[in-house]
């Protein structure tokens, strides 16, 4: 049963961890970005 369940809780927690901590963090440098971060503007 392990073959069955673990690859379905492997891709949930994977689905999980780039939902709220990658796609935080690329929203919040978006973000910073977006605001003017001290970058250079063209």
Do not use: E
């Amino acid at each position: 049963w392990i073959f069955w369940v673990g690859p379905f809780a492997g891709a949930a927690a994977a689905a999980a961890y780039h939902q709220y901590v990658l796609r935080a963090a690329a929203a919040k440098a978006l973000g910073s970005f977006r605001s003017g971060g001290g970058g250079r503007h063209i």
